[in-house]
């Protein structure tokens, strides 16, 4: 695995080194110790499986507050995605920066976010598949979410009618002063 610093502290994006021959080819798509030796958070308690059957399909910004904040590591099985990341760290030079990696079943890239970021993504293909990694359960009373369009962050959605669940259409814009008590 190619572990490859992104301009945001602690996230990577992972490529996977294939050993090609005449049957196609084999990669491992993780290993605890490379984790560990690159710095991250190996403590992988959750895996997800998510379908998302029409193209232009958000599912986000979510997170989960402390003390169950996650880190996350985002792998597109089937079809494309543009995933984007939105820094809270209140102590980054990123605070409140988004970033999009283009994420698909052709690249077998990962992305390995830390603690501390809204996460989210936009399906740019029907029957898109995405498998997730999380370092913590499921908390519902600690997970939030941010509004997709929120003025704050202006991200630059590829398909501009998105389609949303009933709860991300709930969100509201980003307040600091809810996100920090």
Request: with cysteine.
């Amino acid at each position: 695995m190619n572990f490859k610093k992104t301009d945001f502290e602690g996230v990577l994006i992972i490529e996977l080194e294939k050993q090609v021959d005449e049957r196609g080819f084999f990669a491992r798509s993780w290993d605890k110790k490379e984790f560990e030796l690159n710095g991250l958070n190996s403590n992988l308690t959750q895996c997800n499986i998510s379908l998302n059957q029409k193209k232009g399909t958000i599912r986000g910004l979510h997170y989960q507050k402390k003390p169950y904040e996650e880190a996350k590591l985002i792998r597109c099985t089937k079809g494309r995605l543009f995933d984007v990341i939105i820094d809270l760290r209140s102590n980054s030079k990123n605070f409140k920066k988004w970033l999009n990696v283009d994420l698909n079943e052709e690249n077998y890239r990962m992305l390995y976010i830390p603690e501390g970021f809204a996460h989210g993504f936009q399906t740019l293909e029907n029957n898109t598949e995405v498998f997730y990694q999380m370092t913590q359960n499921y908390m519902p009373e600690f997970a939030y979410g941010i509004r997709w369009d929120d003025i704050q962050f202006n991200i630059e959605w590829p398909i501009k009618s998105p389609i949303l669940s009933e709860k991300d259409k709930r969100f509201s814009d980003f307040n600091e002063k809810d996100f920090l008590k």
